[in-house]
């Protein structure tokens, strides 16, 4: 199905299965396609409603008409989302960019939110956010910056398609080499590079997550994420005094991918606890 977004003038690709609670998935991969982690996430329809949406216009468009996307923006179309959908109240389950979002919703519409189960977390302000870049640069070698400059630059010239910088750089974000295959998309590299640069320059919510106090939170960060457990424990979970930390082993940044009936076990058993029937 389709839901227009007046707010931004956007046509959101959504797609609902199963039945019970809902439980919208927020995406690592900011103006790429649903598909990407909807496979890893389908079994949990057997016990809740699965919403995962896309920007459509951002993965087809190389340029957006409409005004740059901010984080603000962002929380309101997730928002105009829940309220065309007729959510009053959801779960969030958010991974790598996705954490990011689903903390300022939360912030912004606290009553609006039962649980949050975070993967991957970037943390809580722009210093997390330069952690994570910095972490990943030293993993990269000179041969792989290089070829990503190249890639980037044939990029930007229309030369190229951005499966072959996923393709590069996704063994740096799974544990295991063996399931990485599958994990290339199509992504909107302009709206990708604004929200980073957003991020870069005023993302800070470090203060504001003291509005969090009454909502359960559950983050499972790989042993071998970009942030390590240890990382997101400063960056993050310091200002979160109710959330618990799991540590995933053999995972890396996308832990939905290296450990996904863990995960899912996971997100299951934190969702349902003290679920209404």
């Known amino acids: 199905m389709e839901v227009h977004i007046d707010t931004k003038n956007l046509n959101l690709k959504v797609k609902r299965i199963g039945e019970g609670e809902a439980i919208i998935f927020l995406q690592g991969v900011r103006g790429s396609e649903l598909r990407k982690f909807l496979p890893y996430n389908e079994a949990l329809s057997k016990d809740f409603e699965l919403i995962f949406y896309e920007h459509t216009e951002y993965i087809t468009s190389q ?23 007729g959510l009053e109240r959801v779960h969030l389950f958010g991974e790598s960019w996705g954490t990011i979002l689903a903390l300022l919703y939360a912030i912004y519409y606290p009553h609006q939110v039962q649980k949050i189960f975070l993967t ?3 943390g809580a302000s722009y210093e997390s956010f330069a952690l994570f870049e910095s972490e990943m640069l030293k993993r990269s070698n000179h041969n792989d ?55 870069r320059e005023n993302f800070d ?55 996904s009936e863990k995960i899912l076990g996971l997100a299951k058993t934190f969702f349902s606890e003290n679920q209404a029937h």
């Open 120 to 122: 991957g977390a970037i």
């Open 63 to 85: 340029y957006i008409n409409a005004s740059k996307p901010t984080l603000q923006e962002e929380v309101e179309i997730l928002n105009e989302l829940c309220i065309k959908l």
């Open 205 to 259: 919510i470090r203060k504001d997550l003291s509005q969090l106090a009454e909502i359960p939170i559950l983050v499972a960060q790989g042993t071998y994420d970009i942030i390590s457990p240890e990382g997101i424990q400063s960056q993050l979970i310091d200002y979160l005094p109710q959330a618990t930390l799991v540590e995933i082993e053999e995972a890396g940044h996308w832990t939905i991918v290296d450990q």
């Open 145 to 199: 910056i290089q070829k990503f400059l190249e890639l980037a630059e044939s990029l930007s010239q229309g030369e190229d398609t951005v499966d072959s910088i996923f393709h590069m750089l996704d063994p740096y974000y799974v544990y295991s080499s063996q399931v990485t295959e599958n994990t290339s998309l199509p992504m909107n590299e302009i709206v990708n590079n604004e929200i980073g640069a957003s991020l």
